[in-house]
Every structure is written in C-alpha cells, then in structure tokens.
C-alpha cells in the first residue's frame, strides 16, 4: 500500500514570497490533517479536511495560510506571504475513519513531511 | 485545553538497558494517548494507541506503555533497548469525542549506544 505522499521535500523562500505544498494521501482515506513542527517541538495541527469539507482550522493562521481539499483527495497547503516564523516542517497525514464507541477512530498515517526554510 | 508534556527531551541509553519515557496529559474528560516514533530519516509512526480497557498498552517493537489515570500519566517503557530504538518519541492525545484531534508533546530524543 502506497503510503502518503508530499512534495516538495524541501523549499527555501525570502520572507514575503508565497509557496505551496502539496499532499496526495493513502487511497479511500476520508481524513486528511496537515500539521506545523517547528524545530524543537511537536507537530501542531494546522487544519482537517473530512472529504473536502473543513472540521477543523481553528489553529490556521487565516491571514496568511489556506488549504483546499478538491474533490475530497489531494491537498494543497498555501502560504501567502511567508515570514521567518514559518520556518517548519510540514506534515500531511490521513487517516481512515472508523466509528467506534462513539467517536471517529483511526490511525493516522503520515507523510515524509515538507521542510520549510525562510530567508 | 488539551496539552502533553514530556519532560526528557534527551536520554541516552546504552543498549540492553531499560527504558521508561515520561508523558503527562492535561485533560479533564476521557482521552485517547498514543505514542509515536521517528527514525532518523523517516516518517513518523505509531507506536501504540489506548482508547480504552486494559491500561497496559503493548505495542510494535517491545515498547509497552501504561495509562495510569490518577497521574494523568501514559509513560512508554521498554524493558532492553536496542541500538535501533535510536529515535525521536512523540506523545500525544485527543478528546474521546468526535474527530480525533491529535495534540503532541515535545518529544524526547532517545540515543542508545552499542
């Protein structure tokens, strides 16, 4: 099975450029995340797409990022414009849902990740 | 609000020793844990997952982890280390309800020497 896939591996940007990423999860998942993981630190949810609607973008910096799911597969995580602080790794993971015990369950499968260097 | 705390960020081990990671979780609901590995160069992946039922965890490789819900606490433990746990480990929980939404710890480096 194909596992999830990112690209690019690796960017570098001067501040105020804008960029994209681009996330193809594993087949017939429903779920996609895409986290933030400044160095030092562990991954911080960015947004979750269920299909290609949004659940959860409650830690979007709105003003400056956005993700769309089209069509409830692919994803693209944009940044318009960069700062400094946007230094990051950038993860995509999805997850098939299960529900059990009356909640959403499923392991969540994550991607090589994007590298972020901001000048 | 959730949040994790890991309290190593560093541990260095030699191989054959035990090993006990620390993970306290800030929740006042029912909540999921789970711990997550990273190999050097590699994608993360989960360890192990507690929903519910038996608080002892078993997970891939060896690694076990207990929930102990009077201390807040879900600490990841291998009894012998191997030069290959060398790895970044990743705490993290979500609400019992609806969506998970993972929120991570900080993580701890884990080193072993041959």
Request: glycine residues 10%.
């Amino acid at each position: 099975e194909a596992g999830v896939a990112q690209s690019p591996r690796y960017k570098i940007i001067e501040k105020r450029q804008s960029v994209a990423f681009w996330c193809n999860p594993i087949s017939g998942h429903a779920t996609l995340y895409w986290y933030q993981q400044i160095l030092g630190q562990g991954p911080k949810l960015l947004i979750q797409f269920q299909n290609n609607g949004v659940v959860d973008d409650s830690q979007l910096p709105k003003d400056r990022f956005s993700a769309e799911r089209l069509k409830g597969v692919d994803s693209t995580l944009k940044i318009q414009p960069a700062k400094l602080e946007d230094s990051a790794v950038y993860l995509c993971a999805s997850s098939l849902d299960q529900l059990a015990g009356g909640q959403i369950r499923g392991e969540q499968f994550f991607g090589p990740g994007t590298r972020l260097t901001v000048l | 609000a959730q949040s994790v705390s890991q309290h190593n960020h560093h541990v260095i081990l030699s191989e054959a020793a035990s090993l006990e990671l620390g993970c306290n979780y800030s929740y006042g609901g029912t909540v999921n844990l789970f711990w997550y590995v990273q190999y050097p160069g590699q994608h993360l992946q989960l360890l192990l997952k507690y929903f519910s039922g038996d608080p002892l965890v078993k997970g891939i490789k060896g690694f076990e982890a207990e929930f102990i819900k009077s201390k807040f606490s879900f600490n990841l433990r291998k009894p012998s280390v191997q030069w290959s746990d060398t790895a970044e480990y990743f705490c993290a929980s979500s609400m019992n309800t609806g969506f998970q939404k993972l929120v991570f710890g900080t993580g701890t480096r884990l080193l072993v020497s041959p």
